[in-house]
């Protein structure tokens, strides 16, 4: 399994090291031969992270409906499904409110000045 997706192999592991200790702390096995396995998959996520110049590429090349979907998603953190279903009436110039698809909690985001900048 780790072959094709080191991060499904960690994830069942951990998912049947669980179990086991379940069964451990209930006298239903002798021991949990899965405790503390460690991790297979090592993800970097630092090469995701924008720089300034990386944004300003972006704006000097990009058109306008572009470099609102690019605030909007650096600024507020949602989901793309979320974004993509927003209305302009959600923005009352102070806050965006909006229901997310997955988890269908009502939030209310705090609008920072390079965005209200952008949307006002």
């Not at 780790?2 to 379940?22: C, P």
């Not at 396995?37 to 970097?44: A, C, D, I, V």
């Not at 959600?90 to 390079?114: E, F, M």
Request: with cysteine.
């Amino acid at each position: 399994m780790a072959v094709k997706s080191r991060m499904q192999a960690d994830y069942v592991f951990a998912t049947f090291a669980s179990i086991l200790a379940w069964a451990l702390d209930r006298g239903l096995t002798d021991a949990n031969p899965c405790k503390n396995p460690g991790k297979l998959n090592r993800s970097e996520r630092a090469e995701c992270i924008w720089a300034q110049a990386d944004e300003e590429a972006l704006f000097a090349i990009a058109p306008e409906r572009i470099r609102l979907a690019y605030m909007l998603a650096a600024w507020t953190g949602q989901r793309q499904g979320d974004l993509l279903s927003l209305m302009w009436s959600a923005y009352d110039g102070t806050h965006i409110r909006l229901r997310q698809n997955k988890t269908k909690r009502r939030v209310v985001i705090p609008v920072a000045s390079p965005l209200k900048a952008v949307l006002d």
